[in-house]
């Protein structure tokens, strides 16, 4: 992007306001605003005086001011994502990488650093390492891996709820994703709060991302080595063995695309839907009601708190024009996916629900759509939905206002989740953990409540299904039987 291609906005005209640069003002050079420091503190005030400014894309600066497009509006995030002959996702042809603007130190250098990954790949490279992970993904068995979510949600509740208070950010929505997928990687042993605490520290990019990260590679190298001289019925040996003949280090790099991808993003989505469920007046009351289930107030959240904020980026292939800018050859933009979602010409009415209607952004689109929506959405609805059936009392353990969020341009996520309910005894959860569609030789499993129910007064439900204590199976009808069955309890 080039200072000529914003003059066409008028921002670099220094009779329209402060001096370009004017520390005052908080703008930068050519009278840009920027999305980081001060003015980017609060980013959805910030895009939505961008929209005011300068319609759905709008010229900003990133760190160290690079340049770049923000798009704003729904309709030009779609056409940007879907037409790969015009924009593509691989950074090496950004000019601000080629000309040098972007510094090897640039704190962004993390999302904008090629690798030989399917995000970043185009065309036919980009059909062979995707076809590999879509085709691994296709041998997972969803009534197995919703049965293995719920498993780990017991889980996880045995480890607090005798206490009857909780942090459901850092004890149950940053956990779950990472014991699913380390069940769906194949390497369930690998599970545990140190790999937990890398890959949230690698996505901070706090000074220790680099150790972390290369804790996270060194766990899934050996496993991709495992896997190569053993494979078995998992993700990790369909990827291995995938006719597209992906080498190790393509494996690993890979797995951890899809371990981050997944981690981060279903973490923040959970974390997302569960606050909304215990401070939203109006899921309160349609969850009382009945008339809500968890997987419409997860489909109302990826509008409303969409788990990645925007993608960097996107890269102009050939001179074009998008929401009335003139993008040049080497232009690059970002897939701005929570303020596409609020974009007024799709969303006139904010407060209104948004049941049924499955056209946000918060999976992307195009080719490079994510392709484990289905797992990610598993994973949210069958995890709070177990959440809510054992500890149906919960109650946020704050007041509201003082819910801290900590936000960067990729995201916006919940820093805790503090929350109380009625204690009670853990649950014998028994493991049987294959997802896959070739069963494995495991013993069965099963989930059993122990006898003694304390007897703490409980607050009012926001269960989607009132709280009761478990009938025994031969009084239920073939309907309850069946949903056990399809839940795993
Ligand atoms: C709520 C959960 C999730 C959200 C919101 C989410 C969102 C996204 C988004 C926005 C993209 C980028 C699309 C683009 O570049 O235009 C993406 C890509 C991707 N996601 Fe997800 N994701 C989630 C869960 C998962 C899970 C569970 C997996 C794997 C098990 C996964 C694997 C991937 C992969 C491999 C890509 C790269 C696809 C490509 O470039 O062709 N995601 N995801």
Redesign the pocket.
């Known amino acids: 992007m080039t200072p000529e291609s914003h003059s066409t906005t008028g921002t670099d005209d220094p009779t329209l306001g402060p001096p370009p640069g004017c520390p005052a003002h908080g703008l930068g050079p050519g009278g840009l605003r920027r999305l980081y420091g001060p003015e980017a503190e609060d980013l959805g005030d910030l895009y939505e005086k961008l929209r005011a400014e300068h319609g759905n894309v709008a010229p900003v600066l990133l760190h160290d001011d690079v340049p770049i497009w923000v798009v704003l509006g729904h309709t030009e995030n779609l056409h940007m994502?879907s037409n790969p002959a015009q924009y593509a996702?691989d950074s090496r042809l950004w000019n601000a990488v080629q000309d040098g603007t972007v510094k090897p130190d640039n704190p962004l250098m993390p999302l904008i650093a090629w690798q030989p990954i399917?995000?970043h790949a185009e065309g036919d490279e980009?059909l062979r390492l995707?076809g590999a992970?879509t085709g691994a993904m296709s041998t997972i068995d969803f009534r197995s891996l919703r049965r293995h979510i719920n498993r780990a949600t017991q889980n996880l509740v045995n480890q607090f709820c005798e206490r009857g208070t909780a942090d459901l950010v850092s004890q149950f929505a940053e956990h779950l994703p990472m014991a699913v997928l380390c069940e769906i990687l194949g390497m369930p042993e690998d599970y545990n709060e140190r790999l937990v605490q890398a890959a949230r520290d690698l996505l901070k990019g706090t000074e220790t991302a680099i150790a972390s990260n290369e804790y996270v590679m060194s766990v899934l190298t050996r496993h991709t080595i495992r896997r190569r001289a053993k494979p078995e019925e998992d993700f990790t040996s369909h990827l291995i063995n995938h006719p597209a003949g992906l080498t190790d280090d393509e494996v690993a790099q890979h797995l951890r695309?899809?371990m981050l991808?997944?981690y981060e993003?279903?973490a923040n989505?959970i974390a997302n839907v569960m606050r909304v469920v215990l401070t939203d007046p109006r899921f309160r009351a349609q969850l009382n009601g009945g008339q809500m289930t968890v997987p419409q107030a997860v489909e109302q959240s990826l509008w409303d708190e969409?788990?990645?904020s925007a993608?960097l980026g996107y890269f102009a292939k050939q001179e074009t024009e998008l929401g009335g800018q003139r993008i040049r050859k080497g232009d690059g933009l970002l897939?701005a996916?929570a303020p596409g979602n609020v974009d007024p010409r799709v969303r006139p009415d904010l407060a209104a629900n948004m049941m049924g209607n499955r056209s946000h952004l918060?999976?992307?689109g195009g080719?490079?759509?994510?392709?484990?929506?289905d797992?990610?959405r598993a994973i949210?609805d069958v995890g709070v939905d177990a959440l809510l059936m054992r500890l149906p009392d919960t109650e946020l353990d704050c007041d509201e206002s003082e819910l801290r969020w900590r936000s960067s341009m990729s995201s916006r996520h919940l820093v805790e989740l503090p929350v109380q309910f009625a204690p009670r005894p853990r649950q014998d959860v028994l493991e049987r953990t294959a997802v896959h569609a070739v069963p494995r030789p495991r013993p069965d499993w099963q989930v059993t409540t122990e006898p003694s129910e304390p007897t703490a007064p409980a607050a009012p439900p926001v269960s989607v299904q009132p709280a009761q204590a478990p009938e025994p199976a031969h009084r239920l009808s073939a309907w309850q039987r069946f949903l056990r069955w399809w839940r795993g309890d």
């Open positions: 994502v996702r399917c995000s980009h995707r992970v695309l899809v991808a997944a993003a279903t989505l969409p788990p990645f993608v897939f996916i918060a999976f992307g080719p490079h759509e994510c392709p484990g929506q797992i990610g949210a």
